[in-house]
């Protein structure tokens, strides 16, 4: 299979994830990259596409990644967030990724990723993202050791996943 991992991400966070992911896939044919560098989306069996929580939902950049993904593709989704892990806002983002993506998507992953104390402070006085943000002073030490090894396991059913689809079986 030709496996992409594109993500998106401004502090680290999503790429630590990306790479978990990448690293999982053992001898696939497969490619790593920031989102912003990927011009063609065509010719992958599967793609899967990483990006931040940002004001509840998927960043503007991520959006018009996820738009371009041809129907023929697979997709897994994952996501990083300050919010707590069992938390609704992390489902609602990766539905709302799910509602822009034209192609099958396999399945979701999301962990917790550290927010700056500086950005927590200013967030704390918006009361849009007071909630959240009080949340995410407790994300400071994730994506840890163990985010990594779900994220590793997520990908290693997905590619299971996709292995089962008629086509993929003779490749
Ligand atoms: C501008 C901005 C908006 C954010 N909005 C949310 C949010 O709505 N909900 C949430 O749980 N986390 C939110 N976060 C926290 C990030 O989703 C989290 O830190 C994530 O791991 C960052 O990933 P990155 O390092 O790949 O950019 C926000 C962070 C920033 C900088």
Request: aromatic share 8%; proline share 4%; net charge neutral.
């Amino acid at each position: 299979m030709k496996i992409l991992v594109a993500y998106y991400t401004k502090t680290g966070n999503t790429k630590k994830v990306a790479e978990a992911i990448y690293e999982a896939l053992d001898k696939n044919d497969k490619t790593l990259k920031p989102m912003k560098e990927i011009e063609d989306v065509q010719g992958y069996d599967l793609i899967f596409c990483g990006f931040p929580v940002h004001a509840h939902s998927v960043p503007v950049a991520a959006q018009s990644f996820l738009k371009k993904i041809q129907p023929e593709a697979k997709v897994a989704l994952f996501s990083t967030h300050g919010s707590q892990r069992e938390g609704q806002m992390p489902k609602e983002a990766i539905n709302n990724a799910v509602g822009l993506v034209k192609a099958e998507v396999l399945g979701s992953f999301t962990c917790r990723g550290g927010v700056e104390q500086e950005i927590i402070d200013e967030l704390m006085n918006r009361p849009e993202h007071r909630a959240w943000a009080a949340e995410a002073q407790s994300a400071k030490s994730h994506p840890d050791r163990a985010d990594l090894d779900d994220a590793q396991f997520f990908a290693k059913n997905i590619i299971k996943k996709a292995l089962s689809f008629e086509g993929y079986t003779k490749k």
